[in-house]
């Protein structure tokens, strides 16, 4: 695979960074990024905040589907972040049914 | 900017939310008192204990006599004691691996009362009796997750500790920082207890989750307590170095012990039969094998990415497809998360560009065998303590380590704050660090978070992975020296948000790790020898004659000072006093059928 190929991704965005997004009031912003081999969410949100925009924020822990902490909604689905692949057009947001911090950033269920 | 400060006051203060922050957290619970537990992640979402891929440790005769298991009673805790010294190459502290070989079956045996899986039970490189019973670090959060039902415990989640307060060279609280809205955090407690886990996040290829960044032993040296065996970083050979995805996922480690896996060169040739020819891919123990891809790699035998390779390939399909599917280990990653076939990381299509990952932390903080530091009030339990595993950690110790220590550290800390009188914290201490703390984000412009991260990791792959020698090192103090002066101090954030802010994360976390990767280099320096963990080409052979000493690491005013303390034990026989190859295996290693 030597093509540099970009993806382009949907992701949610609260409109402030200095509140909490309690009644989930962002919109979706496009983000364009190069395409690696086997990509997935994670990496294209490491990606947004590193290179884009560093007050994008998520939860990453493990990064390798053990902690279960990184829950998003993709596509009407709530998948993990880190063990999902990442494919142009994807729309992501905070994970379904959970109260929105900020950006990707929710709140837990009660445990 | 003036930030709002909240004030908690509290007995025991926890760090960290793993297996021994919350083991802990129990048991001060049970003694009547009720901990306050911080953690920068959530509850069972963080920490390393919940990734681990497990087996967990106990004396071969309590896994027959307590859970019925296929054990040895012939199996002592001395022998498994014995067992540690050798692996640990007579590092580690005879109190400390006794309290852990005499506690751990009784500590077990409550987890899996709480509902953590015996999958199966099995006999890892190292140890003479099988005495590993696998699970899941899931399963094993879980089942502690239920045994704080009913515990009165208080929890700041979302909360990140920075620095311990001390007066009068005594633990009295800590600050930190709520990362939801940014406010600043004091602690007054009678006692801390830092269960923070390691550092494996110095390097670039881990197994480690994101918080692993030496924050508890940066904290415990700042407030003087001795850190030891620093030098010894524990690397997990075979995980993953490709893809970006994948990077230190460690399942081709695993199958390479359950499944015969391979391990070769970029010829094509199992290198291992120059490196441990008697005991192979399934039968060696992670220092010898993480060496061996190192030097593979390093004398240009090794792939694109700066790993070996893992395969499975040799093996027929029906084996691979019959055995694994028998196998807890496939079963428990497989079905966990990662579609192998989706990410096109079919075993029996593809061999796996691999390497040694930094994965735990073999020394640490120095404690005794009640998880005391020298500090009064100051306690450590877990991956963050150190003496329990030498220069090299047995196959399912990690896990049994914090549960003991977080046991032990829980008593004992509720012990104290029990007759400890109520801290005075002291004022001017508290809005130096306040100082500080903000420092990254109140600063407009300056020197680049995840850069300096980037460079971190950089040398610490090049001169303090598993490989090491006098000129790398010398060139890794270096551009530490560089780091302190010039990146450090000058961290500034582009973000400013106020709630959640992951950079702002990163620059404090960075504190802690550049001066982990100084005590480690500087450590290095020091020891003219190979052993365990560590491996120096300029001086390739153990060197029992004269390096039979632990390194012992105290912060003097600013600068670290190394002190080598001869190992002393009392029932554990010291080997001869000469110098000898680097790995010879003592005794040959029978696997059961």
């Known amino acids: 695979m030597t093509e540099k190929k970009v993806i382009r991704l949907q992701i ?32 294209a949100l490491d990606y947004v905040h590193q290179n884009y925009d560093r007050s994008f924020t998520y939860y990453k822990s493990c990064r390798i589907g053990k902690c279960i902490g990184c829950f998003v909604e993709v596509d009407g689905k709530n998948k993990l972040a880190c063990t999902t692949l990442a494919k142009d057009g994807m729309k992501i947001g905070p994970a379904a049914k959970r109260k929105v911090i900020r950006d990707l950033f929710i709140e837990e269920a009660p445990r | 900017m003036s930030r709002e400060r909240k004030v908690f006051e509290t007995d025991v203060l926890i760090v960290g939310s793993g297996g021994a922050g919350s083991r802990a957290a129990i048991e001060m619970s049970r003694k009547g008192l009720k901990p306050l537990i911080t953690t920068k992640g959530r509850f069972t979402r963080c920490g390393a204990t919940v990734t681990a891929d497990m087996d967990i ?50 500590y077990i045996k409550e987890l899996v009362d709480w509902g953590m899986r015996i999958d199966d039970f099995v006999q890892e490189p190292g140890h003479r009796y099988p005495r590993g019973i696998v699970s899941t670090g899931r399963s094993m959060m879980e089942a502690l997750k239920r045994g704080t039902r009913g515990c009165k415990i208080e929890w700041c989640e979302d909360t990140m500790v920075t620095n311990l307060l001390t007066r009068d060279g005594r633990v009295v609280g800590a600050i930190g920082i709520n990362l939801r809205t940014s406010e600043f955090v ?67 480690y ?48 090794g792939g694109p990415h700066g790993g070996i390779y893992a395969s499975l390939k040799h093996i027929p399909n029906e084996i691979l497809e019959y055995s694994a599917e028998q196998m807890p280990w496939w079963r428990n990653f497989v079905y966990g ?53 030498g220069a090299n950690r047995l196959s399912g110790n990690a896990v049994t380590e914090c549960l003991v220590f977080g046991a032990l550290a829980g008593g004992n800390a509720a012990n104290y704050a029990k007759s400890a009188p109520l801290p005075e914290i002291d004022q001017s201490q508290v809005d130096k660090f306040y100082e500080e703390v903000y420092e990254p984000l109140n600063r407009k412009d300056g020197s680049d978070a995840y850069e300096m991260r980037s460079k971190m990791q950089d040398i610490a792959c090049k001169y303090v992975g598993p490989i090491r020698q006098e000129s790398g090192l010398n060139a890794c103090i270096e551009e530490i020296e560089k780091m302190k002066k010039d990146d450090l101090p000058n961290l500034a954030t582009k973000s400013k948000a106020k709630v959640y802010n992951r950079e702002w994360v990163a620059a404090l976390e960075n504190r802690a790790m550049l001066q982990v990767l100084e005590i480690i280099a ?13 491996y120096r080409q300029d001086y390739t052979g153990t060197d029992n004659k004269d390096w039979l000493k632990n390194i012992i690491v105290r912060n003097e005013g600013g600068q670290v000072s190394l002190e080598a303390r001869p190992v002393v034990t009392t029932i554990i026989m010291l080997p001869k006093r000469e110098k000898i190859p680097y790995m010879i295996p003592t005794w040959k290693f029978e696997k059961r059928a």
């Open chain 2, 337 to 389: 998360k990662f579609n192998l076939i989706e990410f096109n990381m079919d075993p029996r299509k593809v061999a796996y560009e691999v390497g040694p990952a930094a994965h735990y932390w073999n020394g640490g903080i120095r404690i005794n065998s009640k998880g005391e530091t020298k500090v009064p009030g100051l306690y450590a339990a877990g991956e963050v303590q150190g003496g329990t595993m």
């Open chain 2, 522 to 534: 500087r450590a290095s320096l020091m020891r003219k020898e190979s052993r365990g963990a560590m």
């Open chain 2, 57 to 106: 440790d106990l004396p071969s005769q309590d896994a027959k006599e307590m859970f019925g298991l296929d054990g040895d009673v012939a199996d002592t805790p001395e022998a498994f004691a014995q067992d540690m010294f050798i692996e640990g190459k007579y590092m580690n502290d005879e109190d400390v691996v006794l309290a852990h070989c005499h506690n751990a079956a009784k």
């Open chain 2, 186 to 252: 004091v602690f007054k407690a009678k006692a801390v207890i830092l269960a923070t886990g390691g550092a494996a996040r110095l390097y670039p290829v881990t197994t480690a989750p994101e918080e692993l960044t030496g924050d508890g032993m940066f904290m415990a040296y700042q407030a003087g307590a001795e850190l030891v065996d620093m030098e010894f970083p524990l690397f997990l050979p075979a995980c993953l170095y490709w893809p970006e995805s994948m990077k230190g996922v460690d399942f081709p």
């Open chain 2, 254 to 301: 695993i199958f390479s012990s359950s499944l015969g896996g391979w391990w070769l060169n970029r010829f094509g040739v199992r290198f291992m039969e120059k490196w441990d020819p008697v005991r192979m891919e399934m039968g060696t123990t992670r220092d010898v094998a993480s060496i061996a891809m190192a030097m593979e790699a390093l004398q240009g035998r």
């Open chain 1, 12 to 43: 949610y965005r609260s409109l402030s960074q200095d509140e909490e997004d309690e009644a989930k009031q962002g919109e979706y912003k496009e983000y364009e990024m190069p395409y690696i081999d086997q990509m997935t969410i994670m990496n």
